[in-house]
């Protein structure tokens, strides 16, 4: 059981948009930065989106992030058939002083 | 050009140790936050360790009192020292680098099985 709370797939067509949630608690998401992570099969995770909502260099602006209170959400817009993977979204968690990350999200590109 | 090349898993018998290595090159890990995450077969991330600049250590309760953070800086080499391992350690670790608050820069893995 994660401390952040992911839908475990979800889903959409070639060229449509995407959300996907990451909910936590005041100790972690409601205090500190999300980030968020993209890991294609057989690879390592690679950083997609930092400090709730910036990309770093290279990643394309199809991918965004927001925070709104105790909860965070991805959004890919322009989907691509390379966009399958599973996504994570992680933080701190000040109260239990340990890095928490959700249990991933499967996106499918039908 | 930042890289890290974790080194050191393999098959080990239940309560056992192992050392794991991450050498870095391109940044001194002396200077940056660094982490172990894991990934057990077909699961997802799991955070294990951290360790700061200033050398503050973290660790995730499942691994508090077995495992051990550190570092060398005359090797620019992050460590991840395994004692008392169990079958549920069987993973793929990879060491991370931050990038403000997140995890920018991760290495390719190195994969630790427990069993008899």
């Known amino acids: 059981q994660s401390v952040l709370t992911q839908p475990p797939s979800v889903s959409a067509a070639p060229g449509q948009k995407v959300s996907i949630s990451c909910s936590g608690s005041?100790?972690?998401?409601?205090?500190?930065?999300v980030s968020w992570y993209q890991q294609l099969p057989g690879t390592a995770p690679k950083l997609l989106i930092y400090?709730?909502?910036k990309r770093p260099s290279g990643i394309p602006d199809r991918f965004s992030g927001s925070k709104s209170g105790t909860s965070a959400t991805l959004g890919i817009t322009g989907l691509q058939t390379g966009d399958e993977a599973d996504y994570y979204c992680?933080?701190?968690?000040?109260?239990?002083?340990?890095?928490?990350f959700g249990g991933g999200t499967k996106l499918t590109v039908l | 050009e930042v890289q890290l090349v974790e080194s050191g898993g393999g098959l080990i018998q239940p309560g056992g140790s192992l050392r794991l290595s991450c050498a870095a090159s391109?940044?001194?890990?002396?200077?940056?936050?660094m982490s172990w995450v894991r990934q057990a077969p077909g699961k997802g991330l799991e955070w294990v360790s951290v360790?700061?600049?200033?050398?503050?250590?973290h660790y995730a309760d499942s691994v508090k009192g077995r495992f051990t953070i550190s570092r060398d800086s005359s090797k620019n080499t992050l460590y991840l020292q395994m004692d008392s391992l169990r079958a549920e350690d069987t993973a793929v670790y990879y060491c991370?680098?931050?990038?403000?608050?997140?995890?920018?820069?991760w290495g390719q893995g190195t994969l630790v099985t427990v069993s008899s």
């Open positions: 991370a680098r931050d990038h403000s608050a997140g995890w920018g820069y």
């Open positions: 391109g940044f001194s890990v002396s200077s940056n936050y």
């Open positions: 360790i700061y600049s200033d050398g503050t250590t």
């Open positions: 005041s100790s972690n998401i409601g205090n500190n930065y």
């Open positions: 400090d709730n909502n």
């Open positions: 992680g933080t701190w968690d000040s109260s239990l002083s340990v890095v928490v």
